[in-house]
C-alpha cells in the first residue's frame, strides 16, 4: 500500500466512526418526559327549592294557631337535590313575625324545638317516619349529620305556630323562611 | 505510522460507541396519577404526596449514581367539557427518595418545591418521585369527570 492509498482509508474510516457515533449518540435520549394525569369527579351541585308555604290559613285575633310539620298540604315543604348520600348542613333563617303588605302590622309567629322533619326517602309529611330521617326536630338547631337522601334527593318540612294580638289588623301576612343548605364534605 | 493512526482511530471509535451504547438513558414510569375522587362542588380537596394510591407517584430508573434534573409542568386547572376547576400546588407538595426501598411516608428527600427544578442522584432502584395537591371546585361546579396533565421532565445533569 502507498502513502495515497492508506491516506484514503484513513479519511473513509474517520468519516464511518462518526456516522457510527451519531447514529449511536441518537439512539441514547438525552432527556426523558412523561405525561401524568390528575383526575376527579365532580358530583352534582347542591339545590334547594321551596316547593310548599308554611300555611296558616284563616287566623283569629287573639286565638293562636299552629300549623303542624306533618300536614300534606299546609306544612312548609323544602325539596333539596344532590348528590346521593352526601353529609349536608341545613340551616333556616326563621322570621319572628309576619307582617301585612304595607308593612303596618306585624303578627308574632314562633317555632317549636319539634317543629321540623327531615325526610331522606322522599316520602311525604304526613307518612314519614323516625327511620326515613329525623322527625320532631328543633328547626333552629338542626341535626349535623343530615345527608341527601339515596335516591338524591331530601325533604325538609316545617310547621310553626302564629299569635296574633287581640287588635291584630285584619289582611293576608307574610314572611320570609330562609333556606341554607351546603356539603359539608362527608 | 499511517497504519497505526488508523488502528488507532477505529479502536477509539468502538470504544466510544461501546460506552455510549452501554449507558442507560433515564425512563421515567407512572406509578400512579394523582387522583381526587368524588369532589363535592364547593368543597375544596387535598391530596397528600404522603397518600399511596391517590398521590402521583413517577418512578426514574436509570445509571445508579448520576444525578438528574427533575422539572414538573404543572396544571393551573382541570378540564371537563369547557368547563374549568382550579388546581393548587404549593410549594412542598413534592418528595422524592433514592434510597433501595423506597418510602412514601417518610420519604428521602421531603416538602420539596415542584415549581422549581429538583435534582437527585439515582439510586440503585432508582429515584421515585410523589406529588399532592389541591383543588378548588366552585359552588356551582358542574358535575363530571375532570382531569389534567402533569408533565414531568427528566435529564441527567451530567455530574
Same mark, same amino acid.
Given at each position: 500500500m502507498d502513502i495515497k492509498q492508506l491516506s484514503q482509508i484513513y479519511r473513509w474510516s474517520v468519516i464511518v466512526t462518526f456516522l457510527v457515533l451519531v447514529v449511536a449518540a441518537g439512539s441514547v435520549r438525552g432527556q426523558d418526559v412523561a405525561n401524568g394525569q390528575a383526575t376527579a369527579n365532580v358530583l352534582a351541585a347542591l339545590s334547594v327549592t321551596a316547593t310548599q308555604a308554611l300555611q296558616f290559613g284563616n287566623v283569629y285575633q287573639g286565638v293562636a294557631k299552629s300549623?303542624?310539620?306533618?300536614?300534606?298540604?299546609?306544612?312548609?315543604?323544602?325539596?333539596?337535590?344532590?348528590?346521593?348520600?352526601?353529609?349536608?348542613?341545613?340551616?333556616?333563617?326563621?322570621?319572628?313575625?309576619?307582617?301585612?303588605?304595607?308593612?303596618?302590622?306585624?303578627?308574632?309567629?314562633?317555632?317549636?324545638? $319539634? #317543629?321540623?322533619? /327531615? *325526610? =331522606?326517602?322522599?316520602?311525604?309529611?304526613?307518612? +314519614?317516619?323516625? $327511620? #326515613?330521617?329525623? /322527625? *320532631? =326536630?328543633?328547626?333552629?338547631?338542626?341535626?349535623? +349529620?343530615?345527608?341527601?337522601?339515596?335516591?338524591?334527593? =331530601?325533604?325538609?318540612?316545617?310547621?310553626?305556630? +302564629?299569635?296574633?294580638?287581640?287588635?291584630?289588623?285584619?289582611?293576608?301576612?307574610?314572611?320570609?323562611?330562609?333556606?341554607?343548605?351546603?356539603?359539608?364534605?362527608? | 505510522?499511517?497504519?497505526?493512526?488508523?488502528?488507532?482511530?477505529?479502536?477509539?471509535?468502538?470504544?466510544?460507541?461501546?460506552?455510549?451504547?452501554?449507558?442507560?438513558?433515564?425512563?421515567?414510569?407512572?406509578n400512579n396519577n394523582l387522583l381526587f375522587g368524588n369532589i363535592y362542588p364547593g368543597i375544596p380537596k387535598s391530596v397528600t404526596k404522603y397518600t399511596a394510591g391517590a398521590a402521583s407517584e413517577f418512578l426514574v430508573t436509570?445509571?445508579?449514581?448520576?444525578?438528574?434534573?427533575?422539572?414538573?409542568?404543572?396544571?393551573?386547572?382541570?378540564?371537563?367539557?369547557?368547563?374549568?376547576?382550579?388546581?393548587?400546588?404549593?410549594?412542598?407538595?413534592c418528595s422524592f427518595d433514592t434510597r433501595a426501598t423506597p418510602s412514601q411516608s417518610a420519604p428521602e428527600y421531603d416538602n420539596q418545591?415542584?415549581?422549581?427544578t429538583l435534582y437527585g442522584r439515582l439510586g440503585s432502584a432508582g429515584l421515585t418521585i410523589w406529588l399532592g395537591g389541591t383543588i378548588v371546585p366552585k359552588l356551582y361546579q358542574k358535575s363530571g369527570a375532570y382531569s389534567a396533565?402533569?408533565?414531568?421532565?427528566?435529564?441527567y445533569t451530567g455530574s
Open positions: 300549623q303542624d310539620e306533618t300536614d300534606d298540604a299546609l306544612s312548609g315543604i323544602f325539596d333539596i337535590v344532590g348528590a346521593a348520600s352526601a353529609g349536608i348542613s341545613i340551616y333556616l333563617t326563621l322570621p319572628q313575625y309576619m307582617a301585612l303588605a304595607d308593612g303596618s302590622d306585624r303578627m308574632t309567629i314562633a317555632f317549636g324545638t $319539634t #317543629d321540623a322533619t /327531615v *325526610d =331522606t326517602m322522599n316520602v311525604t309529611p304526613s307518612t +314519614v317516619v323516625a $327511620t #326515613d330521617g329525623w /322527625v *320532631d =326536630t328543633d328547626p333552629n338547631n338542626l341535626p349535623g +349529620v343530615l345527608v341527601v337522601g339515596q335516591a338524591g334527593q =331530601t325533604n325538609l318540612y316545617l310547621g310553626g305556630k +302564629v299569635i296574633p294580638a287581640v287588635d291584630q289588623a285584619a289582611g293576608g301576612y307574610t314572611g320570609d323562611i330562609i333556606c341554607n343548605v351546603a356539603y359539608n364534605g362527608t | 505510522m499511517c497504519e497505526r493512526r488508523i488502528l488507532c482511530s477505529l479502536v477509539c471509535g468502538v470504544i466510544v460507541l461501546l460506552f455510549s451504547v452501554s449507558t442507560p438513558a433515564q425512563t421515567i414510569t407512572i436509570g445509571t445508579a449514581g448520576n444525578e438528574i434534573s427533575i422539572d414538573f409542568t404543572l396544571p393551573t386547572y382541570m378540564n371537563q367539557g369547557g368547563f374549568n376547576m382550579q388546581m393548587i400546588f404549593t410549594e412542598n407538595d418545591d415542584p415549581w422549581s396533565s402533569i408533565v414531568l421532565t427528566v435529564a
